[in-house]
């Protein structure tokens, strides 16, 4: 769905990770001119932000960052709880990482990315439950490759089936385990 929305001249493509961001981008949605997507998650979600929260379109939130990151991780939606469970497991073993909330797809947080990547020698891993062609991947990667930013992605790769959201998310490697198995590669 990512991939077919993204290419739309002048579409807005919006992936909140909880209820309060969904609200508030729907209403951002309705200021807008011109075709906007908001994409939401199947699976319940905990709350990450206090209700007062702004969500600029073009935005992304820095959700955890410290001086010592070896990794940026980009994530929105479902697999944005999957990377904060990753940074939890990774910091109780002395690895921490930047993780990033990209919910403006398009346009992209650009900014925000780019300069938690150059914190983190240019390495940046997203996450993210689309295919790795055309989703958040291919949006980070083509807005900062230019930069010398490498941008590793891990993405469903193959026909998705149905089932609970955990298992899905581990058959595709795109959990938390395999956050912390990406990682510790690139480390």
Not at 14 to 25: F, G, M
Not at 101 to 113: E, R
Not at 134 to 152: C, N
């Amino acid at each position: 769905d990512l991939a077919m929305m993204r290419p739309i001249a002048g579409a807005t493509v919006l992936y909140p990770s909880d209820a309060v961001s969904a609200e508030k981008l729907v209403e951002q949605m309705a200021t807008i001119k011109g075709l906007c997507y908001l994409r939401t998650s199947r699976p319940k979600t905990p709350v990450l932000y206090k209700n007062d929260e702004l969500f600029p379109v073009g935005g992304a939130k820095v959700l955890r960052q410290s001086a010592n990151d070896k990794v940026t991780v980009v994530a929105a939606g479902v697999t944005l709880h999957e990377a904060l469970k990753a940074a939890d497991i990774l910091a109780k073993e002395g690895i921490s990482i930047t993780v990033i909330d990209a919910y403006s797809i398009k346009p992209l947080g650009k900014d925000v990315i780019k300069a938690a990547a150059k914190k983190t020698k240019n390495t940046v891993v997203t996450v993210e439950d689309h295919y790795a062609e055309g989703g958040l991947g291919d949006a980070v990667a083509g807005e900062l490759s230019v930069d010398g930013i490498k941008v590793h992605k891990l993405a469903v790769t193959e026909l998705p089936r149905s089932g609970k959201a955990e298992e899905l998310l581990a058959k595709f490697g795109i959990d938390a385990a395999a956050i912390v198995a990406k990682v510790k590669a690139l480390s």
